[in-house]
């Protein structure tokens, strides 16, 4: 069972917006920042959101993280086919000393 | 181009051992900590272990501390993962991905080999 909570699946239809919720405690979320990777099947992880809301080059602002206390969001607009995918959040637990990942959003565009 | 190749994936029973090894090339590899991080069959990612630069700093998820090794050699850009007393729960994909600067809370995972997949069953 995953510290960082996250809804087993998501699903939208192109062009929608969905949000994908990451939830954790103070000594992870609340205290740190928040990362987001993207795997598409087959595939391994990339990241997609760092350090709560930036993005690496190549990674379109349809994607957007934000942070509210001990809870994190990935939101994605104007969905599309090639964002169906798996989506991952991660924060450093200082409780831990180590790295926590979210359990993974299967993201469905119908 | 950043490239991270692992291999040393396979069949082994229940408290075997096994020694992945993460071949890496197109940066200075002594630069950087290297993470562990596996994937069981239709499940999560987990943080498995990390080693700085330098190699002189390790870290241990709890569920392997005591079991499971890292370490690397910088003559030949290569990290590794010594793995003992395997149990069918360490089945998974294991994947070496190289940290942005060094091993803590503000720096992400910025490249991801192809994964290798160990299997423990009798």
């Known amino acids: 069972q995953s510290v960082l909570t996250q809804p087993p699946s998501a699903s939208g239809t192109p062009g929608q917006r969905v949000t994908i919720s990451c939830s954790g405690s103070?000594?992870?979320?609340?205290?740190?920042?928040v990362f987001w990777y993207q795997q598409l099947p087959g595939t391994a992880p990339k990241l997609l959101i760092y350090?709560?809301?930036q993005r690496p080059s190549g990674v379109p602002d349809r994607f957007a993280g934000s942070k509210s206390g001990t809870s994190a969001s990935l939101a994605i607009s104007g969905l599309r086919s090639e964002d169906e995918a798996d989506y991952y959040c991660?924060?450093?637990?200082?409780?831990?000393?180590?790295?926590?990942f979210g359990g993974g959003t299967k993201l469905t565009v119908l | 181009e950043v490239q991270l190749l692992e291999s040393g994936g396979g069949l082994v029973q229940p408290g075997g051992s096994l020694r992945l090894s993460c071949a890496a090339s197109?940066?200075?590899?002594?630069?950087?900590?290297i993470n562990w991080v596996r994937q069981a069959p239709g499940k999560g990612l987990e943080w498995v272990s990390a080693?700085?630069?330098?190699?002189?700093?390790?870290y241990y998820a709890d569920s392997v501390k005591g079991r499971f090794t890292i370490s690397r050699d910088n003559s030949k850009n290569t990290l590794f993962l010594q793995m003992n007393t395997l149990r069918a729960e360490d089945t998974a994909v294991y994947y070496c991905?190289?940290?942005?600067?060094?091993?803590?809370?503000?720096?992400?995972?910025?490249?991801w080999g192809q994964g290798t997949l160990v299997t423990v069953s009798s």
């Open positions: 080693i700085s630069g330098s190699g002189g700093s390790t």
């Open positions: 103070s000594s992870n979320i609340g205290n740190n920042y």
């Open positions: 991905a190289k940290d942005e600067y060094s091993f803590g809370p503000s720096y992400y995972f910025d490249c």
């Open positions: 197109g940066f200075t590899f002594s630069s950087y900590a």
């Open positions: 991660a924060a450093w637990d200082d409780s831990l000393r180590g790295w926590l």
């Open positions: 350090r709560i809301y």
